[in-house]
């Protein structure tokens, strides 16, 4: 089975893109803030990350800049989801990106494309 580390601070969408994704059959660990984010990827490594940009706590652009510096997280695919694209982050950081409002099918979209 598949894991998917789910960085969301946004309750209702944490709460939906939960259950579609389980029942897609997926493990889905959920973070509220990038520190949670990074204490979850130490305790195991998914096979994809989905993490929202603005957070409380620590962002999901600083989050993913400590991901990619670590050799043995940096090669996990990453769906970055926001209202606006981040300016401060580069496209390398992500492997998609997907604006807000976002649709639970094109989570899924994005999620079968990057890990199935």
């Known amino acids: 089975m598949k894991t998917i580390l789910l960085v ?14 389980k029942s897609a059959g997926y493990s889905v660990t959920i973070a509220s803030n990038g520190a949670e984010g990074i204490d979850a990827l130490r305790a195991a490594k998914p096979d994809l990350i989905i993490s929202d ?12 800049r400590q991901v990619k510096r670590d050799d043995v997280w940096k090669g996990i695919p990453v769906i970055l989801i926001s209202a606006v694209r981040p300016e401060n982050a580069i496209p ?6 997907l604006q807000k409002p976002v649709s639970i099918t094109a989570i899924k979209d994005a999620v079968k494309t990057l890990i199935d």
Do not use: S
Not at 8 to 21: G, K, S, T
């Open 8 to 21: 969301e601070d946004e309750h209702d969408l944490q709460r939906l893109a939960f259950i579609i994704l």
């Open 53 to 64: 940009v603005m957070m409380p706590v620590m962002d999901g652009i600083e989050m993913l």
């Open 92 to 97: 390398v950081m992500w492997n998609c990106f």
